[in-house]
Every structure is written in structure tokens, then in C-alpha cells.
């Protein structure tokens, strides 16, 4: 079965500072990966997704993650952090058991922006 | 226009009680799921239908009952409430069942059993 782990469940960062979210996973086939992002009291919504095209993958609000094969990662990072990306975010690896996708969550890391 | 919209938002209600949470998407998808967010932010699926026929059924008690009507709606339905019931359920669709299926959620249900 598929997994990913996302370490540190709390990342606090300053305003403007670089913004690293850690998430490993673990496949036996090349896997199809994707961070969400919820903000308070919200549904999920897509930052950025992984699909065995080019390994550095843009998203929104200037986000991106790189996919490193041999590292089996796949960390978000934002070059400046501002107030308005405080909010939980979700590394998942989507799974395909006898051709239905179903999408396989982190714990997920809860960021903090401060002034 | 919400794509993917489920009422109600908030829901607190007492054990024992039976309680329906409704979706419904606007995006002309073929397959919906329900998953399920506890109060430790884990979130896993519990349910994903394509074209209205069941094709994911986690390991979820069968007080969790899903009916859709047609592929635009997906509704959940629990009988006999428990306290470890409280949690927030996300409705979600994709277009269809494809592993790099981009899979949209609602903006949840928030159970509390009291």
C-alpha cells in the first residue's frame, strides 16, 4: 500500500521568510502525488499535483514542489511567506486499487505565519 | 457557484439520532467520494461512487449509509449516531476515476454528536 509521511506537524515561519513543507512517500509504482491546502473552517483546495511529467511542479499562490525519485520526496516550498498562507497543509499520493482513484492523506502540517 | 456543495455546514445532534448530509456537484463529474476528517485533521475515504454505482467502500460501519441519486449527487446518511462520529465530512468529485484525476472538495460538514 501506498503512503506519505509529512514531517513536522507544526512549521512557524516569518513573514517574507522561505516556506519548506517535508513530505516522503512510499510506492511500489511511480506514484501520482498532490498538496492540498484547507484553510480555517474550509474544504480542501488543489495547491499543486504531481503526474510523472516534469518533476519541478508550479501551483497556486506561488507555491511548488519538486519530486525526487531517489530522495522519495515531494516538499512544497514558497520563496516569501506571507500572512495569508497560515493554514493546514496535505501531502496525498493517489491510489488506484483495481482502477479507482482514492487519495491517500498525510497527517498534515499545520503552518504559522508571523510578523 | 459553488462546484462541489454540501449542506448542512454545521450539524450538532444527539447519539442515537440518524442524520443525512447532502452533496452535490456542479462539475459535470463522473465519480464522487466522502471522506472523512476526525479531530485530529487525519483525513481517509470512506466512500467514492462513479456513474452512480458504489466502487469504494472502506472499511466503514454500516450505520454510513451513501445513496446517490444521479452522478451529480451523493448523499450520506447515519443511523444511530455515536460519539465518535464527530468529525468533519468532505464531499469530493473528479472527472472521472483516473489515478491523475484532479479530486474537488466541498467545504465540509461539520458533525458533532452531543
Known amino acids: 500500500a501506498q503512503s506519505v509521511t509529512q514531517l513536522g506537524s507544526h512549521v512557524s515561519v516569518s513573514e517574507g521568510a522561505l516556506v519548506l513543507l517535508r513530505c516522503n512517500y512510499s510506492s511500489s509504482v511511480p506514484p501520482y502525488l498532490f498538496w492540498y491546502v484547507q484553510y480555517p473552517n474550509q474544504g480542501l483546495q488543489l495547491l499543486l499535483k504531481y503526474t510523472s511529467a516534469a518533476t519541478l511542479v508550479k501551483g497556486i499562490n506561488g507555491f511548488e514542489a519538486e519530486f525526487k525519485k531517489s530522495e522519495t520526496s515531494f516538499h512544497l516550498t514558497k520563496p516569501s511567506a506571507h500572512m495569508s498562507d497560515a493554514a493546514e497543509y496535505f501531502c496525498a499520493v493517489s491510489e488506484n486499487p483495481g482502477g479507482y482513484n482514492k487519495l491517500i492523506f498525510g497527517a498534515g502540517t499545520r503552518l504559522a505565519v508571523h510578523p | 457557484d459553488t462546484a462541489v456543495s454540501q449542506t448542512p455546514k454545521y450539524l450538532v445532534t444527539q447519539m442515537g439520532n440518524d442524520k443525512s448530509i447532502k452533496c452535490e456537484q456542479n462539475?459535470?463529474?463522473?465519480?464522487m467520494y466522502w471522506y472523512k476528517q476526525d479531530s485530529k485533521k487525519f483525513l481517509k475515504i470512506m466512500f467514492s461512487?462513479?456513474?452512480?454505482?458504489?466502487?469504494i467502500n472502506e472499511t466503514v460501519p454500516n450505520r454510513f449509509s451513501p445513496k446517490s441519486p444521479d452522478k451529480a449527487h451523493l448523499n450520506l446518511h447515519i443511523n444511530s449516531l455515536e460519539l465518535g462520529d464527530s468529525a468533519v465530512y468532505f464531499c469530493?468529485?473528479?472527472?472521472?476515476?483516473?489515478?491523475?484525476?484532479?479530486?474537488?472538495f466541498g467545504e465540509g460538514s461539520w458533525l458533532t454528536v452531543v
Open positions: 461512487y462513479n456513474n452512480k454505482e458504489l466502487i
Open positions: 469530493a468529485s473528479s472527472q472521472d476515476r483516473g489515478q491523475a484525476d484532479t479530486i474537488y
Open positions: 462539475l459535470g463529474h463522473d465519480t
